[in-house]
DNA sequence: ACCCAGGGTCATA
DNA sequence: TATGACCATGGG
């Protein structure tokens, strides 16, 4: 089975996803940083509280103090880290003239130049690259290698850039592809034999060895 | 009570 | 280059 016709059957399975849940670009990337190993529902709060404070801006953010910000981004965890990380960002973003001179570079050295971003890895400046700024970046998390390497069609082993070279040489180069497929592969991690497993109704079982022979399924 | 979630950095070998 | 410690809340 090949990426398109995995993505198909998603696709035909969970309809479209409509991600990334944002307002605007830069409220995808306060939530690309906060959501790193947490789960959403804790960002969706500590993102609350910054829309309830007012600050949900590059300036607001780089003008309350650490600690402050810290404090109303506590309930999405690791507070003190992610309120450095995001200072960190914000400053970067605001120097580099913001969303339209970001939004002016070639779509490689824009992920490059937001990998180099104090707190930002190769997930969460995917994430942005590709919710923010709508470029065809394919998004590697653990469930995309874990997920795919289940289904056999990579190891599991190889490097991030090594994952994201393979899904992007197979793939056409589209944003909305990109967009929608990582959304599926989320949503189906999540769905099948983990907390709800779908059993015989999952859309990818039937090809996916590491559902044969297994009890639960 | 335990497990993990839409990771990344830093120190050590 | 490759592990390990560390960061921390909230829901199952």
């Given at each position: 089975?090949?990426?398109?016709?995995?993505?198909?059957?998603?696709?035909?399975?969970?309809?479209?996803?409509?991600?990334?849940?944002?307002?605007?670009?830069?409220?995808?990337?306060?939530?690309?940083?906060?959501?790193?190993?947490?789960?959403?529902?804790?960002?969706?709060?500590?993102?609350?509280?910054?829309?309830?404070?007012?600050?949900?801006?590059?300036?607001?953010?780089?003008?309350?103090?650490?600690?402050?910000?810290?404090?109303?981004?506590?309930?999405?965890?690791?507070?003190?880290?992610?309120?450095?990380?995001?200072?960190?960002?914000?400053?970067?973003?605001?120097?580099?003239?913001?969303?339209?001179?970001?939004?002016?570079?070639?779509?490689?050295?824009?992920?490059?130049?937001?990998?180099?971003?104090y707190g930002v890895g190769p997930e969460t400046a995917e994430d942005i690259v590709l919710y923010a700024f709508n470029r065809p970046v394919f998004v590697i998390d653990t469930y995309t290698r874990r997920t795919?390497?289940?289904?056999?069609?990579?190891?599991?082993?190889?490097?991030?850039?090594?994952?994201?070279?393979?899904?992007?040489?197979?793939?056409?180069?589209?944003?909305?592809?990109?967009?929608?497929?990582?959304?599926?592969?989320?949503?189906?991690?999540?769905?099948?034999?983990?907390?709800?497993?779908?059993?015989?109704?999952?859309?990818?079982?039937?090809?996916?060895?590491?559902?044969?022979?297994?009890?639960?399924?």
């Amino acid at each position: 089975m090949q990426l398109l016709e995995i993505y198909e059957r998603l696709s035909k399975y969970y309809g479209p996803r409509d991600w990334w849940p944002a307002d605007t670009a830069f409220e995808v990337m306060v939530g690309a940083i906060l959501t790193q190993n947490t789960a959403w529902s804790n960002v969706v709060k500590a993102i609350d509280n910054l829309k309830a404070a007012d600050c949900l801006s590059a300036e607001s953010i780089n003008s309350l103090s650490q600690d402050r910000l810290a404090q109303l981004i506590r309930p999405s965890g690791y507070y003190n880290v992610k309120a450095k990380r995001l200072q960190a960002y914000c400053r970067w973003y605001l120097e580099r003239g913001g969303f339209d001179a970001l939004d002016a570079m070639p779509t490689d050295a824009m992920r490059e130049a937001i990998l180099s971003v104090y707190g930002v890895g190769p997930e969460t400046a995917e994430d942005i690259v590709l919710y923010a700024f709508n470029r065809p970046v394919f998004v590697i998390d653990t469930y995309t290698r874990r997920t795919f390497s289940r289904l056999g069609l990579v190891e599991g082993t190889e490097t991030h850039e090594e994952l994201r070279q393979y899904f992007q040489d197979s793939l056409p180069a589209e944003s909305a592809l990109f967009n929608e497929y990582h959304a599926l592969i989320v949503i189906h991690a999540k769905d099948c034999c983990r907390k709800k497993p779908l059993c015989g109704q999952c859309p990818l079982a039937m090809d996916c060895d590491y559902f044969k022979g297994r009890e639960e399924c």
